[in-house]
């Protein structure tokens, strides 16, 4: 009996690490965007997810600056811009006015990232490192350590909907072994259900961006974000 409930509070520990629950806006009702703002905030989320597609990086555009002006006015709860295209630099720097509190950009698409980075941090706020399904961990490594988050995409970027590529959980590992060398966190992005969140975050995976597989269109966001945040 006694051993028994050490297992039992023991995996309540290990389950209940402490986690980020962020909705990818793209996925939201646009016509009541602000509305959808104010229930999420409402319903416990953590951080506001915005793709910024421009249709030359990935084959699709979304949100764009009053898409964020309206999010960041409804809301006192960070909010993270993810970079999907070109010139990051400049729209890096315009976010960051505007009031963002992450950025997320490829590594791919700035040939200056570690520059960026440091204006990023500048501003104060804090820097994301965003790693397609193709991108190694020796790719990147080199610059990890001015990285305060690392947004590992589970899908190829661009949609959402897509299913979660099992193959990047080798990779997932291989950052979570070099998360203390380096100082990052760790979230993931694409395809996240409550499986996969339930059993990244037992791994150490610290984020999780929310789409149609774990959060919209699953009903009232207070008794799904409960629900999330106890797996």
């Known amino acids: 009996m006694v051993f028994w409930t050490f297992t039992k509070s023991f995996e309540r520990l290990v389950t209940n690490m402490e986690k980020l629950l962020c909705p990818s806006m793209m996925c939201a009702d646009f016509n009541n965007l602000k509305k959808e703002v104010i229930k999420l905030d409402e ?18 555009f979304a949100m764009g600056l009053e898409d964020f002006k309206c999010i960041r006015e409804n809301t006192k709860k960070m909010v993270d811009v993810h970079l999907n295209g070109g010139n990051p630099a400049a729209l890096a720097e315009i976010f960051c006015k505007m009031g963002a509190d992450i950025v997320y950009v490829h590594y ?12 990023i941090h500048k501003y104060g706020k804090k820097t994301g490192l965003a790693i397609n399904p193709a991108t190694s961990f020796e790719t990147v490594k080199n610059i990890l350590h001015i990285v305060d ?83």
């Open 43 to 60: 319903a416990g989320a953590d951080v506001f997810h915005i793709d910024v597609m421009d249709g030359n990086f990935v084959p699709n």
């Open 108 to 119: 791919e698409t700035d040939v200056n990232i570690a520059r960026t980075f440091d204006n």
């Open 149 to 231: 988050y690392v947004m590992i995409m589970t899908v190829n970027p661009g949609f959402a909907g897509q299913s979660y590529l099992e193959y990047i959980d080798e990779k997932i590992e291989e950052f979570i072994q070099n998360r203390k060398k380096y100082h990052y966190e760790i979230v993931v992005d694409g395809g996240i259900s409550e499986e996969k969140i339930k059993k990244l975050n037992q791994k150490g995976v610290k984020g999780f961006i929310l789409g149609t597989s774990s959060l919209f269109g699953k009903g009232d966001y207070v008794h799904t974000i409960k629900k999330l945040r106890v797996l």
